[in-house]
């Protein structure tokens, strides 16, 4: 995510120069008809899975919906039971703060409003399994498999639930616009030697951490109302309502945007598809997303790696954050999309596609470790502003040296825990810029050439699965030679 307190600070300026073939126009009714690549990855085989049946009404802001799990027991030992974070249940009480105190009136700017998940019912082969709510913000949902379940083993369950949907600008919530339906659809929490990670929902950074997995869906709306996701989408009008068929392969999360304003440009960057769905009115804003999506793409193709999906998708969206990353989509506010702050649309959009690789691709503890994912992220949107946006780098450069005054008189390190910082502004100052500029400083410690290949290695070796420091510093500690822990844990604690 890119926070929003950088949204003040950045001033950048967009470039109409690109590599990537466009195709402007609505969205047509055809069904995509495109390989996922990522479905020939070696870590794509043997994943769970989540099949999710949902009925929407956006007036009445309810959802219903049934949620298949299948279950591979990857672990070593055996499960007697599951954790499902509900992560919406977050959303229910104010009290719970996953907001900061000052962005309360930007979260709900009609006053608070409750969501939240009610689970109906879970059951394996028809049969019902007990279940108890945990957790201090009722985000956990701990099912007992009645029988141990081995390493190598599967099951099956179908958890039954209600959505309520607060009118709330953050990700999962609803505006004038816009409906999001991200972080609430129950979802397995990683499990490993230490337990499983039952994280509550922080209102510092992205406290979400979670393994890859195969997601369907079915989502039914009424008609005139459009589904964005980060998949493969057919639409098919099932009487006076339209049912939306998302195939999203290897994804650690699913996640929608629904409206019935928005107008949807398609262009390419290679062979992947790439959607701009922006609200009506705001069309020559969205072709601007759209282009700097297809630049952000192939560039990151170049330098990282092939790019997953075969669907890349930017949503405008009532969303008060700046930008939000999810597999195959990025929420991007709305407020982006004026004159006025068109400056900002293309980095962000740039920031949050980097995402599809350090964080959709490339997992880890955005928790414990939020600097694996987003220090590769901002270096990697500095280093597309650079080559692909370079009227827009002096103002970048600006900001960064605004960042490290602030963190003169600010104490803090990278490698700290969202929990850790006492708001989100000395969090992005620390996690997103410092750490950027110890992955810019490591570059030039080890050399461009060896640092690039480096990357490509992490990437290519990690995609699908979780990392943790351990594993980037086995990676590029091949390049750095002896003494790279040292190294960063200088570089980490320098202002």
């Known amino acids: 995510m890119k926070k929003r307190v950088l949204l003040v600070l950045l001033a950048l300026l967009c470039t109409a120069g690109g590599v990537c073939c466009l195709m402007g126009g609505r969205e047509s009714s055809r069904a995509l008809v495109l390989g996922e690549p990522v479905r020939l990855w070696a870590q794509a085989q043997d994943l769970c899975a989540y099949a999710l049946e949902m009925e929407v009404d956006p007036r009445a802001h309810t959802a219903r919906a049934e949620l298949q799990v299948t279950y591979r027991n990857n672990e070593s030992c055996a499960m007697e039971e599951l954790h499902f974070l509900l992560y919406a249940n977050s959303y229910s009480r104010q009290d719970y703060q996953i907001f900061e105190a000052a962005e309360q009136a930007q979260a709900y700017p009609n006053g608070f409003s409750p969501g939240g ?57 609803y505006g004038d616009n816009t409906l999001s339906l991200a972080n609430c659809t129950p979802i397995l929490a990683v499990y490993d030697d230490n337990g499983w990670h039952d994280y509550p ?81 705001q069309e020559e804003a969205g072709e601007r997303a759209l282009r700097a999506a297809c630049r952000a793409l192939c560039y990151y193709e170049q330098r990282f ?14 969303f008060f954050i700046g930008g939000m990353e999810y597999p195959g989509m ?39 470790e939020p600097w694996l994912d987003e220090a590769l992220t901002e270096y990697a949107a500095r280093e597309y502003t650079r080559v692909c946006a370079p009227d827009a780098a002096q103002a970048m450069e600006q900001n960064i040296s605004m960042m490290r005054q602030y963190r003169a008189g600010t104490p803090g390190a990278v490698n700290l825990p969202v929990q850790a910082f006492e708001g989100n502004l000395d969090y992005s100052a620390w996690v997103y810029e410092k750490g950027a500029d110890v992955m810019e400083a490591l570059r030039l410690e080890m050399d461009a050439q060896e640092f690039d290949e480096a990357l490509c290695a992490y990437y290519q070796e990690n995609r699908l699965g979780l990392t943790d420091r351990a594993a980037f510093e086995s990676v590029f500690s091949r390049g750095f030679g002896a003494g790279l822990d040292q190294w960063l844990d200088e570089a980490f604690r320098a202002p």
Request: aromatic share 12%; glycine share 10%; with cysteine.
């Open 117 to 173: 998940i009610a689970v109906r019912a879970v059951t394996a082969a028809g049969e019902a399994l007990p279940y108890t709510i945990a957790g201090e913000q009722e985000q956990v949902l701990k099912v007992e498999l009645g029988e141990a379940l081995p390493p190598g083993g599967q099951t099956a369950l179908c958890l039954e639930y209600t959505l309520t949907i607060p009118n709330c600008y953050g990700r999962f919530g």
């Open 330 to 368: 990025a929420l991007i506010d709305a407020r982006l999309y004026e004159p006025v702050l068109g400056q900002e649309l293309e980095y962000v959009t740039a920031h949050e596609t980097a995402h599809m690789w350090w964080y959709a691709a490339v997992g880890s503890d955005q928790v414990y």
């Open 201 to 281: 929902y922080y209102a510092v950074g992205d406290p979400f951490y979670s393994d890859a997995a195969d997601y369907t869906a079915r989502v039914t709306l009424p008609t005139g109302y459009t589904l964005a996701s980060g998949g493969v989408t057919d639409c098919a009008r099932r009487g006076t309502k339209n049912v939306w068929t998302v195939q999203a392969p290897a994804r650690r999360d699913i996640a929608f945007v629904i409206s019935n304003g928005f107008d949807v440009t398609e262009g390419a960057a290679g062979n992947v598809c790439v959607k701009s769905y922006s609200l009506r009115g």
């Open 305 to 318: 790696g092939a790019y997953p999906y075969g669907v890349y998708s930017v949503v405008q969206t009532d």
